[in-house]
């Protein structure tokens, strides 16, 4: 499986745009990117997921480069309910099994 | 639907002594994840099911561990003895297999925290 490496934490400012950045050098051709946020005390929640380009939906828009060694989420305009912890996840397209690292604690301040 | 549900949410116990964990995933999916997160090693994955059967426990910490799901409905993790070093937050997840235009998306519990004296 892909291994993953994303900043350990981020502060930003309500209104902000934020942008946390993950490197996964050895994707594999069939490896989706994925983002998972997990909120103190629940269980992780997908945000959104991609292959290359962009993806966008209600929530965050996901920016993949052609070489697909890195993606970059993107949160527009946080607010204070933004505060979790972000993971990216390369999975298998085919596969259903998710290995989670250690993810992006995004605090965001008034 | 009402997500996955997991029981009991808090469960405080005594070192030797033996938990059960419950989870009842979403109706329609057919994989079934036990997850478990501490602050040292973060979330780990422990086995996961699919239709009932158990594809991967490589996860699972050591024999004092075991996890069944006799039905589609219900899954359970046992620890037998458990140890103060087992307290954590356990979380159940739920998912379908993937088709064409579908999306790799786990849906989790809201976790049981076990304390361990």
């Known amino acids: 499986l892909a291994k993953t490496t994303q900043p350990i934490s981020m502060d930003s400012y309500e209104g902000q745009e934020v942008n946390i950045t993950c490197s996964h050098n050895n994707i594999a051709t069939n490896d989706y990117i994925t983002w998972y946020q997990q909120f103190p005390s629940q269980g992780p929640r997908f945000i959104i997921q991609?292959?290359?380009t962009k993806v966008t939906n209600e929530v965050a828009s996901l920016f993949i480069p052609a070489d697909r060694k890195s993606s970059t989420l993107s949160l527009p305009r946080v607010s204070l309910s933004d505060t979790a912890v972000y993971y990216c996840l390369v999975d298998l397209y085919a596969g259903n099994m998710l290995t989670f690292g250690g993810g992006t604690r995004l605090m965001v301040k008034p | 639907d009402a997500g996955v549900i997991q029981s009991p949410r808090h469960e405080v116990t005594e070192m030797g002594q033996e938990v059960t964990l419950r989870c009842k995933p979403i109706s329609g999916h057919d994989y079934l994840f036990w997850y478990r997160q501490t602050m040292m090693r973060g979330l780990e994955l422990l086995i996961y099911?699919?239709?009932?059967?158990?594809?991967?426990d490589s996860g699972m910490p050591e024999d004092r561990f075991s996890a069944k799901m006799p039905n589609a409905s219900f899954s359970t993790l046992k620890i037998q003895p458990s140890e103060p070093r087992d307290s954590a937050v356990y979380f159940c997840?739920?998912?379908?297999?993937?088709?064409?235009?579908?999306?790799?998306?786990?849906?989790f519990g809201p976790g049981t925290r076990l304390t361990v004296l």
């Open positions: 099911f699919n239709n009932n059967v158990p594809i991967d």
């Open positions: 997840a739920s998912s379908k297999s993937k088709d064409r235009v579908s999306y790799n998306e786990q849906f």
């Open positions: 991609g292959y290359k």
